[in-house]
């Protein structure tokens, strides 16, 4: 069974609310999951897990939420050689054309920076999440079936 962690960071709770989600599809996939909020996750501990999930929205214009930020700063010089990687968030098309959930493509950069292999293109979704929870938990499933 792959030990996957999944970490968001969540202003308004809507990466939060996809993230529940997107674990429900991991697990159904039989992967043994651990959700984290950001604020509560180590970068040191990502190495005890086969893969890896992060969960960001995207603020400012094309930043990363910002309790991700000092998670993002610390992964500096991390090796994740050997991991299996996914990223995913919501974001708003309309307001933010240019920078529409760039925070999944940066942390999906980063990752593979360090080593990491994605094995699912980034799930962004536009606008109200509600509608995504479905699609969340079947790209989650997705997920789980490429580790
Ligand atoms: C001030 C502000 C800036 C935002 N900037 C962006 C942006 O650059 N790109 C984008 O796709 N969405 C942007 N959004 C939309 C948020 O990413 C979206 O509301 C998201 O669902 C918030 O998720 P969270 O509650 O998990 O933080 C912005 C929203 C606000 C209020």
């Not at 094309?62 to 968030?89: N, R, T, W």
Request: contains cysteine.
């Amino acid at each position: 069974m792959a030990k996957v962690v999944l970490i968001y960071g969540s202003t308004t709770d809507n990466t939060e609310m996809l993230s529940e989600h997107v674990a429900a599809g991991l697990e159904r996939g039989m992967a043994n999951v651990t959700v984290k909020n950001v604020t509560d996750a180590n970068v040191k501990e990502l190495t005890d897990y086969d893969a890896i999930v992060f969960g960001c929205s995207t603020w400012g214009e094309g930043d990363l939420q910002d309790d991700f930020v000092e998670f993002y700063d610390a992964m500096d010089g991390i090796s994740l050689d050997g991991k299996k990687a996914a990223v995913f968030g919501p974001g708003d098309k309309e307001d933010y054309p240019d920078s529409f959930c760039t925070a999944v493509d940066i942390l999906e950069e980063t990752l593979e920076k360090h080593g990491a292999k994605l094995v699912a293109d980034g799930f962004k979704v536009d606008g109200e999440v509600e509608p995504a929870f479905e699609d969340a938990e079947a790209w989650g499933l997705k997920v789980a079936k490429a580790l």
